[in-house]
């Protein structure tokens, strides 16, 4: 298994609701990282897990929450959002070495705050 | 990690070989290129990687220059479902963790 699966693929919340995205990889991967993405911008890091440890927190804001139970789920909480966090949400994991495939990301959770 | 200049955007004729250029003038000794895609909605896709010598897959290819401060990834036979946005990062690998920033960005546009 060579894939980084995200669910659910499109999102669509509230302001007042609370939803979570989830990420899964079976590669062995001991890091994993959240990405957001704005429409014609690049992917932005967020959070990244190295050993099921938070290792480094982008300055991102408190209504997103990341989790990561073990060693292949990741998971982004999020509570109280606002219509700018309107996003693709990208999931990725990395090797323990550069090897031969860099970092694997997964396809996204297009996510639509209302 | 270092920064990198891409070109805003790049056209290329199918079966033509696409040539996208990078300056990464700031790389020190033990950062890495990456190349990376990204079509449209989808996330991003690796494509190839190098620290000093050039490199080649079943991809593309990735010539480093000698000073290590500009890079080119090639293309062989560019086909339409190679238009994308194409990002160089100058990344030091971490051991199971680090930040893989990402620049700008080629958007290339392969043409019929």
């Known amino acids: 298994d060579t894939e980084v699966t995200q669910t659910p693929k499109h999102l669509v919340m509230g302001m007042t609701n609370k939803k979570s995205l989830k990420c899964e990889q079976h590669m062995g991967h001991r890091a994993m990282y959240w990405y957001k993405q704005k429409a014609k911008k690049p992917p932005e890091l967020m959070f990244v897990y190295s050993y099921e440890k938070l290792s480094i927190n982008e300055s991102v804001p408190s209504r997103f929450s990341p989790e990561c139970p073990n060693s292949s789920l990741l998971n982004l909480h999020l509570h109280a959002l606002q219509p700018e966090d309107s996003a693709l949400y990208l999931c990725?994991?990395?090797?323990?070495?550069?090897?031969?495939?860099?970092?694997?990301f997964g396809s996204g959770t297009r996510l639509t705050v209302v | 990690d270092a920064k990198t200049t891409q070109p805003p955007s790049m056209d290329c004729a199918e079966g033509r070989a696409a040539n996208l250029p990078c300056n990464h003038s700031?790389?020190?000794?033990?950062?890495?290129v990456y190349w990376y895609r990204q079509i449209h909605s989808q996330g991003p896709q690796y494509i190839i990687h190098?620290?000093?010598n050039n490199e080649t897959n079943e991809m593309a290819s990735l010539i480093i220059t000698e000073d290590r401060k500009s890079s080119t990834l090639i293309l062989p036979h560019a086909t339409l479902r190679d238009t994308a946005v194409y990002y160089c990062i100058v990344h030091l690998f971490y051991n199971q963790g680090g930040k893989l920033i990402f620049g700008q960005g080629t958007e290339l546009s392969v043409k019929p």
């Open positions: 190098g620290l000093k």
């Open positions: 700031t790389i020190s000794g033990n950062e890495y």
């Open positions: 990725a994991s990395s090797p323990r070495a550069p090897g031969n495939y860099g970092y694997t």
